[in-house]
């Protein structure tokens, strides 16, 4: 009998990555452990030893997701106490992770709504979505509270930046026209003026802020995924 290569440490990240970049081209349901395992020339009985299922792969890619995605926000928050830079650095973020982390960010966020609806999200998943969510409305209800935002509801407001934000992944391509940090740019901009209670002064307030977020979220450590799984990024 012949018998199984069993995979290096780094090969694990390797088949997530290979995963989420088939997930991110395909979709989930025509993406199969056969064809991920005959990328990385492994068994599919290898693959199966250390994930068990295709469902246990996608909620690994989907929590490793999230965890840079916290790594960013508590790193924002450590650095940064303007509200203003606050927002416009996670809105920058959100919006990075199209490009520095593409394969996973697609994967995410075309198969989410299928994953929770049906029934895949678990407790902690679901308990670390609302963490974000509150997060963000965290921002702008201190923004409000220090007169620097006018929002009448900042949960409606977080979900309008994560609507702009993950709806992304439908048009954005990292050869476009058009960098990551100047959609970044010009969408923190339209949320922090619309936000700001005096538009006329703030203009270069906001351009600031937009700067400075840019330049703290790239510090972030543990934003990007293991260098095994850099490479889809590129893709």
């Not at 989907?62 to 790193?75: G, K, M, N, P, Q």
């Amino acid at each position: 009998m012949a018998s199984v290569r069993t995979p290096r440490a780094s090969s694990r990240d390797d088949i997530l990555r290979v995963f989420a970049e088939h997930v991110a081209r395909q979709g989930y349901s025509d993406t199969s452990l056969s064809e991920i395992a005959a990328v990385l020339g492994l068994s599919k009985g290898t693959i199966v030893h250390h994930f068990g299922n295709k469902e246990r792969m996608l909620h690994e890619v989907h929590s490793a997701y999230y965890e840079r995605r916290f790594a960013e926000a508590e790193f924002i928050h450590r650095e940064l106490d303007d509200p203003v830079a606050q927002l416009a650095a996670v809105i920058y973020a959100l919006l990075a992770a199209h490009r520095d982390d593409r394969a996973a960010t697609i994967t995410f966020l075309r198969e989410f709504v299928r994953y929770a609806e049906g029934g895949g999200l678990s407790v902690e998943m679901r308990r670390r979505r609302i963490e974000y969510r509150d997060m963000v409305v965290g921002i702008i209800r201190r923004g409000v509270e220090q007169g620097v935002f006018q929002s009448s509801d900042p949960t409606l407001s977080a979900l309008h930046i994560f609507g702009m934000c993950d709806y992304a992944w439908t048009w954005y391509r990292p050869e476009g026209s058009k960098s990551i940090e100047e959609i970044a740019t010009f969408f923190a901009g339209d949320v922090l003026l619309g936000l700001c209670r005096d538009r006329r002064e703030s203009l270069a307030d906001v351009d600031a802020a937009i700067a400075t977020a840019i330049g703290t979220v790239v510090r972030t450590p543990d934003r990007l995924p293991p260098k095994s799984m850099a490479r889809a990024a590129a893709k």
